[in-house]
């Protein structure tokens, strides 16, 4: 580890912002109708925010519960399984959210690159050390206290931002490889279909695949 990386911990870092579980709300405090999103486990995915719940409250649910609403790059830390201490950032294009007590906030100071945390604690190290922590035995949990004593090893803010440059760099290309595997697919789909129904001949562009000149 280099000499300028400092060791600390996620209550370290939500002790400049905010670390605190969701809200407790049951079935009978929820409203379909409601303009407040009540985001679920199922919502937080590895690096991503997956965006596969339905769940809402109305401002009087959300003001009698006293809910915390969310800012946009809240870091969302689930504490149950799988995997245990998935995260990802909060998008800034929802409605007013809360979530539930079994995702943990984390909304970090200034000196802090949230896009950098999410990617540490989504790293494998932090993932087994939050296993580790695992409490229950029909349904297995992460308290926030053993998630905020989980130490971390963090280069300057400076540093923080090149490493997210590279990294989200690196996912562009993926993803772009990514589109252009489906494209290709569809493609050969469409491409064999056309061909084996007698009605098309190869086209000549496509001489190469046949090793023509």
């Not at 679920?40 to 009698?64: H, M, P, T, V, Y």
């Not at 000196?111 to 190290?125: H, T």
């Not at 308290?143 to 540093?159: C, D, K, M, V, W």
Request: negative net charge; aromatic residues 6%.
């Amino acid at each position: 580890m280099r000499k300028d990386w400092k060791e600390t911990t996620l209550g370290e870092i939500g002790s400049e912002g905010m670390f605190a579980d969701g809200d407790w709300v049951e079935s009978k405090d929820q409203d379909p109708n409601g303009e407040y999103r009540l985001l679920q486990l199922a919502d937080i995915g590895d690096c991503r925010f997956l965006n596969k719940s339905n769940r809402w409250l109305n401002f009087e649910q959300f003001q009698r519960l006293g809910c915390t609403e969310l800012k946009p790059e809240d870091i969302l830390i689930a504490r149950m399984p799988d995997p245990i201490a998935r995260a990802c950032l909060l998008p800034a294009d929802l409605p007013t959210c809360a979530t539930v007590v079994d995702v943990a906030i984390l909304r970090c100071g200034p000196k802090f690159n949230p896009r950098f945390l999410v990617l540490l604690i989504n790293d494998s190290k932090f993932r087994s050390a939050a296993a580790a922590l695992l409490t229950g035995t029909t349904r297995q949990r992460i308290s926030r206290s053993n998630l905020s004593a989980i130490g971390l090893t963090l280069p300057s803010a400076t540093e923080q931002r090149r490493i997210v440059d590279v990294i989200e760099s690196v996912d562009s290309t993926v993803t772009t490889a990514e589109d252009s595997v489906a494209n290709a697919r569809s493609l050969r789909s469409a491409l064999l279909s056309d061909l084996l129904s007698g009605d098309h001949e190869i086209p000549k562009s496509y001489d190469k695949f046949l090793g023509a000149a």
